[in-house]
């Protein structure tokens, strides 16, 4: 994710909103939030029922060479940090799922270092004493994808 997202909707705008993307309507900056907060909740319920680990990446900034983009497509090496405020929004989709017993095994990671603070003490909020372990910090998965790694 480029940037964290939070926007806590009731079902029924969740399914107008789904309508809209159907019938390819206009969505508002708000309505794409929500949408993806919804989606991100009922995933990460998943995640739990079934004892899967979910993975947040935050931080990267997408496709910074547009003559490349258009030449190669999407996700071809042309990504950079991103400097995002997220620490309430991430808060708040960790707090939701916590309130229910809901929060999956989570592993949070960002690339950029100087954020590490913010998710390291993020972990530590929503531990559990019945799973250690249960929130963990992260290393971006492309710092082991090259020659040394």
């Known amino acids: 994710m480029e940037k964290l ?3 806590l909707v009731s079902n029924d705008e969740i399914e ?9 309507k ?12 919804k989606l991100l909740l009922e995933l990460a319920k998943e ?11 935050i931080g990267a900034m997408r496709n910074n060479n547009t003559r490349m983009y258009n030449k190669l497509g999407p996700d071809i090496g042309t990504d950079s940090m991103g400097d995002y405020n997220y620490a309430r929004e991430l808060s708040a ?6 309130k229910n017993d809901e929060l999956p095994k989570t592993i949070l990671y ?8 913010v998710l390291a003490s993020m972990i530590g909020n929503f531990q559990s004493d019945e ?7 992260g290393s971006i998965w492309w710092f082991l994808d090259q020659k040394k790694g």
């Open 16 to 24: 107008e909103i789904f309508f809209k993307i159907i019938q390819r």
């Open 131 to 137: 799973r250690p372990g249960k929130m963990q910090f």
């Open 110 to 117: 960002c690339i950029n270092l100087k954020e590490n603070e």
């Open 47 to 57: 995640y739990k029922k079934y004892d899967l680990g979910m993975q947040i990446h």
């Open 26 to 37: 206009e969505i508002l900056s708000w309505e794409i939030k929500a949408y993806k907060t």
């Open 5 to 7: 997202f939070f926007k």
């Open 93 to 98: 989709l960790l707090n939701e799922l916590d």
